[in-house]
């Protein structure tokens, strides 16, 4: 509905964390029965001390194992939740004294779960939607526009939610989601279990929509072809802990500059294999050391992907 | 969108009245009942299922009638007067509250989370999400039964009566539907809330009889701890015995409310529950 001013950032976290109190369980039945009356409590730490600022109209990839705390930090963003201590502040609002104020200005994509009315036309869902963030008509009527420009939007306008194809049920969550305008919009897997086309047909809407209006995109995934794709800036968080928060580029270079170098020798049918690291040594000298010895047929210097970066972080 | 971002932190606070909620509502159900009609199919099998179940219902009720024909000092027109009574006023839990039959579900998969970040209120997105109406044959077979056992009664037809009707109707309907809320919501910290919900719903069959033929500690637990006496009973002795009315009769509205109001607060300390650890 109404973004601020460019040169204020969207999201401003500054040392939160989130703690949650589980009961100790006990074992057994009477364990069970015990646990009724129990004021046995750990404290568990889902978020712990992670500071971050979002720019206006940036779009992060915000990654993480499962159980990192990534959702936790989505639900204090969105307002469900309260961080336990720090300052949280969505585009000039403190989401959880706000929430409903906070809600009119994020938009929440679930790959796996549809957010539209299982049974009404994609049109009917838009137009309830419309009434329940108050949307100027004239606002609206100039988005489907937009939405029109962006994706083939009459063959599914029409189509009850529950007709409609993966691919198609996605694509209707993620304009549902921009459809007020909101300043900050967060994308949960927003491409899982579709096939490659769709994928980049989704990726593509996202930067579109990203460009147009300048939205925030806070992206949260498992697919390294969307966090490739569509960020410029990766968080990646671990057992609550922001361990990275950088550019993609960097992002490569971060554990040492690694090039998987493939050679095919003379009598062999199959590739070696070699990791190096180019801080460490030189690609051509290895070339050089084995075309000494052997007969070179092919070569490939291979950049190592984003997804074994990433394994490798989690492996820490 | 330029001019717009000059207006840093000047987003118009909206607010969102009863105004609001009811339009909203209006709209869903219009559209709910356009997309239940193109399954004609479905509709006319749960319509006549309906009838079937409140027929047979209607049965038993006749079968019971034919061996009894008193019922602790209630014959069997003033018993047919409270048959149709229960009937009509558990018509709105059944049409407009049917939605908390799938809260468990949902909040077991964790496709709950997604009512949380709308700008309107958790309890009244769910609960709109679905409209059944196969309970408006149920409303039929009621009213046709109502007002069959008041014109058998000679009960005068004057604005007063009618009134009263429609408040104590309200009101009973109220009972029912927070009784469901309190069952429905005990999802969020019991896996088997699905037994609850069974089990308070076939307490209603008990809410067709005169809650005096209860003794005792079933008096007590019907009126005060699971209100069925409440979903036609006390209500309708406003209408059935107007020269000695029970205190609890005149009270009910008032309980009605407060109850309904309560369970509304149990089902959103619920969801609050659940934010803390679903995910």
């Not at chain 2, 407009?96 to 709308?118: A, P």
């Not at chain 2, 429905?184 to 609850?196: M, R």
């Amino acid at each position: 509905m109404s973004k601020q001013a460019s040169n204020e950032p969207a999201i401003v976290m500054e040392h939160v964390s989130k703690n949650f109190k589980v009961l100790n369980r006990r074992e057994g039945l009477s364990g069970s029965i015990k646990d009724l009356f129990s004021r046995d409590y750990k404290t568990l730490q889902a978020v712990s001390d992670v500071s971050l600022t979002v720019g206006r109209g940036e779009i992060i990839g915000y990654l993480g194992p499962n159980g990192a705390g990534k959702s936790t930090t989505i639900k204090m963003i969105t307002g469900v939740l309260e961080p336990s201590e720090g300052k949280i502040m969505v585009n000039g609002v403190v989401p959880y004294q706000n929430r409903t104020r906070n809600s009119e200005q994020i938009g929440v994509v679930f790959g796996q779960r549809s957010q539209l009315w299982w049974s009404l036309p994609l049109i009917e869902s838009f137009n309830l939607l419309r009434d329940i963030y108050l949307v100027e008509e004239k606002e609206y009527k100039d988005m489907l526009e937009l939405y029109r420009s962006l994706v083939d939007l009459e063959p599914i306008l029409h189509k009850p939610v529950r007709q409609m194809s993966l691919g198609q049920r996605t694509l209707s969550d993620i304009l549902a989601a921009f459809l007020h305008n909101p300043a900050i919009v967060f994308l949960d897997e927003p491409t899982i279990g579709l096939d490659v086309a769709m994928k980049s047909k989704i990726r593509d809407l996202i930067l579109g929509l990203n460009a147009q209006k300048k939205t925030t995109v806070i992206l949260t995934t498992h697919d390294m072809g969307d966090v490739d794709a569509l960020c410029k800036r990766v968080v990646i968080i671990d057992k609550g802990k922001k361990i990275y928060d950088n550019d993609m580029d960097h992002l490569k270079t971060f554990f040492g500059s690694y090039r998987t170098l493939r050679m095919r020798l003379d009598g062999e049918d199959e590739w070696t294999e070699r990791v190096i690291d180019e801080n460490k040594t030189d690609v051509m000298k290895e070339i050089e050391k084995t075309q000494k010895e052997h007969k070179i047929k092919d070569i490939q210097v291979q950049e190592i992907s984003t997804e074994e970066i990433i394994k490798k972080i989690y492996e820490g | 969108m330029n001019e717009k971002n000059n207006l840093t932190n000047q987003m118009p606070i909206h607010k969102r009245g009863l105004k609001f909620y009811a339009s909203i509502y209006k709209k869903i159900i219009i559209q709910d009942i356009k997309s239940k009609m193109s399954y004609r199919a479905d509709f006319i099998i749960s319509t006549v299922g309906m009838v079937m179940t409140n027929l047979a219902g209607f049965l038993t009720f006749m079968i019971l009638f034919h061996n009894f024909p008193t019922i602790n000092g209630w014959d069997y027109h003033h018993m047919l007067f409270l048959y149709g009574f229960s009937l009509v006023a558990l018509t709105p839990v059944q049409c407009f509250f049917d939605n908390n039959w799938n809260l468990r579900f949902q909040v077991q998969s964790g496709d709950f989370i997604k009512y949380c970040f709308r700008p309107i209120n958790v309890f009244f997105y769910f609960i709109s999400e679905v409209f059944d109406v196969k309970g408006l044959g149920q409303l039929a077979f009621g009213l046709g039964t109502l007002g069959y056992a008041w014109h058998k009664i000679g009960l005068p037809v004057t604005a007063l009566n009618i009134g009263k009707t429609i408040v104590f109707l309200i009101t009973a309907s109220l009972f029912m539907i927070a009784i469901m809320n309190f069952a429905a919501a005990t999802c969020f910290w019991i896996i088997g809330s699905g037994y609850v919900m069974v089990i308070m719903f076939r307490f209603k069959d008990f809410a067709r009889y005169p809650a005096s033929i209860f003794s005792g500690i079933f008096k007590i637990i019907f009126t005060f701890i699971i209100p069925i006496a409440f979903v036609a009973y006390y209500p309708s002795l406003v209408l059935l015995t107007p020269d000695k009315v029970p205190v609890l009769s005149w009270l009910s509205p008032l309980f009605g409310v407060l109850f309904f109001y309560l369970s509304y607060r149990f089902w959103m300390l619920g969801v609050r529950k659940y934010d803390f650890t679903g995910s």
